[in-house]
């Protein structure tokens, strides 16, 4: 029997939650399982995992193989390179602070990221906003250089009809 540590779709309609566990590989994607592992939340910001990595590195140690996609939460969370590291034969203490080091890795990259998409937010609204204060000055330049058009004309009229108003002068 060929068993694999996969996911097993959960939740509503476009609201996914994956169940990571492991299963006979012959066996449909959400049918009975052996054992579950843990929790992956793809659709929450940021992602939410909860995994058992105890539970995981005994089913790998039998032999279990993951999916792509599992063999990637795993790493992300320090597993895999665990797995890595008691196969060549280092003890459990060495392996347990590697993968608590690319965990805690993985976890700065995340929170990195968040943190650039919120400056790219702060930087959008400080553009938008720069942008609305220059249509603000480019309306108020319209208005005054139409009031000084507007007194220019006045003038304008003024002169004129001052100079009808004068009589002709006299020719000699």
Known sequence: MAVRIRLS?????????????????????????????????????????????????????????????????????GVMIQFDLLKRGATAEQAASEGDRVKNAARLRVEKKILNAADKKKAKAAEAAAAAEAAKAAEAAKAAEAAKAAEAAKAAEAAAAASDAEPPAEQA
């Open 9 to 77: 779709r959960a939740g509503r309609k476009k609201i996914p939650c994956f169940r990571i566990v492991v299963m006979d590989s012959r066996k449909r994607r959400d049918g009975a399982y052996l054992d579950q592992l843990g929790v992956y939340y793809p659709s929450q910001q940021p992602e939410k995992l909860e995994l058992s990595s105890a539970k995981a590195l005994e089913w790998l140690r039998k032999g279990a193989q993951p999916s792509d996609t599992v063999r990637s939460l795993l790493s992300r969370e």
